[in-house]
């Protein structure tokens, strides 16, 4: 990740967890609010410097800010900054494996369509790395819970209604697999 999109990420998660408007005081380089605290941490503040970062982020529509009379500092986070904070949730995304396997596969399968292409294989690139298993291009198979996952992926990505979760009791060929997933 450039540093750019770090910036972004980082600036989009705090004024997420503060709420979806912030109000900080720039007349003081003690911010008032510790969510943008993590943000300059290690690092002088530099009023110019979060300024900029905001005009980046405003000009992509991600937020909203201006300047009160009182000299603080305004920030409205737009849904596409929502939107945005989603995805970067997505990219520390992890399914937990429980102790104990509960003897049912997640079978995930999709159709989606070409006009959606990008989306699709967003999805299927997801389901690799979260460890789910291809049995064909768009039929994912896992031993743990996982539908919480790929119900939130397939609605950050718009294809929730051509995604089918299934779960599968007994299925030929079973035993490579739990074999692969060490069950």
């Known amino acids: 990740m450039n540093n750019k999109a770090a910036k972004t990420k980082l600036l989009l998660k705090y004024i997420a967890a503060g709420g979806a ?38 000009k992509r529509e991600l937020l909203d800010y201006k300047t009160l009379p009182t000299g603080e500092l305004q920030i409205s986070l737009k849904s596409a900054g929502k939107k945005q904070i989603l995805r970067y949730e997505i990219d520390n995304m992890r399914i937990n494996r429980p102790p104990k396997w509960d003897k049912k596969w997640r079978l995930i399968v999709f159709d989606i369509p070409d006009r959606k292409r990008a989306a699709s294989n967003a999805l299927r690139a997801k389901c690799k790395e979260l460890g789910l298993y291809q049995l064909q291009k768009s039929i ?25 979760i299934m779960n599968v009791s007994d299925f030929e060929g079973d035993k490579k697999l739990m074999k692969l997933f060490q069950i």
């Open 140 to 164: 994912y198979i896992y031993p743990f819970p996982c539908e919480a996952e790929i119900e939130f992926i397939s609605s950050i990505f718009n294809v929730r209604d051509h995604v089918l």
């Open 21 to 58: 408007i912030a109000i900080i005081s720039l007349i003081s380089p003690q911010l008032p609010y510790r969510l943008l605290r993590a943000y300059i941490k290690n690092r002088k503040f530099q009023k110019d410097r979060l300024l900029q970062d905001l005009k980046r982020l405003q």
